[in-house]
């Protein structure tokens, strides 16, 4: 099993920056592909950005290429977000994930969830 905690929501004005951190628990996350995903109030809940096992690989969504960056750091066993440029489009609870499979985390299905974490971008 793999706890998942986020860190690093908040309120931020447009064009302002936010890093949220998802410190994972129980097993080692170098074992793991690790990613975003957000959900808007009525909205349905939609990927963002993931990374493979040894950040090889980074994957995004087009509404954040360009003002987005995951990463890792797999000694401190957390998966990064830095956001930059926020838009209030960006608002929405943001949730990490991680599985062992890359295209099942980009796909919604991931096995290990964590709570979320707010983010408000006010215009």
């Known amino acids: 099993q793999v706890q998942l905690v986020e860190s690093g929501g908040g309120l931020v004005q447009a064009g302002g920056s936010l890093r949220l951190s998802c410190a994972a628990s129980?097993?080692?996350?170098?074992?793991?592909?690790g990613g975003w995903f957000r959900q808007a109030p009525g909205k349905e809940r939609e990927f963002v950005a993931a990374?493979?096992?040894?950040?090889?690989?980074?994957y995004y969504a087009d509404s954040v290429k360009g003002r987005f960056t995951i990463s890792r750091d797999n000694a401190k066993n957390t998966v990064y977000l830095q956001m930059n440029n926020l838009k209030p489009e960006d608002t929405a609870v943001y949730y990490c994930?991680?599985?062992?499979?890359?295209?099942?985390?980009?796909?919604?299905?991931?096995?290990?969830w964590g709570q979320g974490t707010q983010v408000t971008v006010s215009s």
């Open positions: 990374i493979t096992r040894s950040a090889g690989n980074t």
């Open positions: 129980g097993r080692t996350l170098s074992g793991y592909a």
């Open positions: 994930v991680a599985d062992g499979l890359i295209l099942i985390l980009t796909s919604g299905r991931g096995a290990y």
